[in-house]
């Protein structure tokens, strides 16, 4: 097992792919309307100085890693807090399983090296779930 497999595990309890609180957190985030969805959480690190990193995971090449620290320096703590919250974990276990899964994530969302324009992102991704698309 991996060390992302040991992260999503660990914030899932345990529990599977389709079934992880973590990745259900995550795709209500970039499926949110309100803050933009994927696009407005793409622009939100690029705006956080980290273009570089979050475009690499849009585009078809390799990803670039992101650290825990980084992605609260983009959610800013009280979205951290909320999403530790919703999962029962730390802030800081919250971010390290973030900078795990969304890379992953984004790159799958993004097969074309663009954020696809409207359309229901969260279908989408557990769609590929159930595929076995996203963690193979």
Do not use: C, H, R, Y
């Not at 609180?21 to 690190?45: A, D, K």
């Not at 475009?55 to 992101?66: C, D, K, R």
């Amino acid at each position: 097992m991996g060390l992302f497999d040991s992260v999503v595990g660990a914030l899932a309890g345990g529990q599977s792919g389709g079934d992880s609180p973590l990745l259900n957190v995550v795709m209500q985030l970039i499926n949110n309307p309100q803050t933009g969805g994927l696009g407005g959480l793409v622009e939100s690190f690029q705006q956080g100085g980290l273009g570089d990193i979050v475009n690499s995971w849009v585009s078809t090449g390799q990803n670039l890693p992101i650290s825990a620290e980084q992605i609260q320096a983009v959610l800013g703590g009280g979205k951290l807090q909320e999403i530790a919250a919703q999962l029962g974990v730390s802030t800081e276990q919250a971010s390290g399983g973030l900078a795990d899964l969304l890379p992953q994530l984004v790159d799958k969302l993004t097969p074309n090296g663009q954020v696809p324009e409207g359309g229901d992102l969260l279908a989408q991704g557990l769609d590929m779930l159930k595929k076995g698309g996203l963690f193979s």
